[in-house]
């Protein structure tokens, strides 16, 4: 399944096929019982996602989906029969993967996120100059930087991506633990463990990970 968008009393989803899509009363959905044939999509296009514009108590409205076309890759299709009705230029959006469709002050938005760029868009369906876009926020992709490496005195390493509580952990190439401690973004490590002594020459790695899950490791070298 490609994706989906529902409602308190029905959903619609893509089919294995990727050029249809389709619209189930209950759920959850049951291996037996076939969900009604909403719609055709032109079978030349990857589908990704989908979101349902309005409700299921009134029949006005599209079915907003997320393809691999360059020039529009945000199209929009009559729940009927598919019939392409609208679009979002890759100008405003340049590609999609996931939607959303929400409203608010007799607007209507519609919520794409963009791998190429990785933000989260925001697209006004109803702004005064047209379709208008912001993107909204930043998916994070965690990093991590050393000032210096190799090192000979300190090393500072910078970290990005993540939130929550962060912690860094510092390893020899034997897998032993040598240093803990909590991480805000940035560490200076003097060559010492945990305890204060000193270690030898060599290769250690560093990791920092946070409370979410994100993570992200490098190698350092002590002269």
């Not at 190439?173 to 002594?197: K, M, Q, V």
Request: net charge negative; aromatic share 10%; hydrophobic share 30%.
């Amino acid at each position: 399944m490609g994706g989906a968008a529902g409602s308190s009393s029905g959903i619609y989803f893509l089919g294995d096929s990727n050029n249809k899509f389709y619209y189930k009363t209950s759920l959850p959905l049951g291996s037996t019982v076939d969900p009604d044939d909403a719609g055709s999509l032109p079978s030349s296009l990857k589908t990704y996602d989908l979101a349902r514009e309005g409700d299921d108590n009134s029949s006005s409205g599209n079915i907003w989906v997320a393809t691999d076309d360059s020039d529009s890759p945000i199209r929009a299709y009559k729940l009927d029969d598919g019939t392409l009705t609208d679009g979002i230029d890759s100008n405003l959006v340049s590609s999609a993967r996931g939607l959303a469709y929400s409203h608010a002050n007799n607007h209507r938005y519609i919520w794409a996120s963009n791998p190429s760029d990785k933000k989260i868009y925001k697209v006004d369906l109803d702004g005064s100059t047209g379709v208008a876009g912001e993107h909204r926020c930043q998916l994070l992709e965690t990093s991590l930087t050393a000032d210096v490496n190799p090192f000979g005195g300190s090393v500072i390493i910078t970290g990005s991506g993540f939130s929550g509580t962060t912690g860094i952990e510092i390893f020899d190439t034997y897998g032993h633990r040598i240093l803990e401690a909590p991480f805000s973004g940035s560490y200076s490590w003097n060559g010492h463990r945990g305890d204060g002594t000193q270690v030898p020459s060599g290769v250690y790695y560093v990791k920092v990970s946070d409370s979410t899950g994100r993570a992200a490791s490098l190698s350092v070298v002590k002269l």
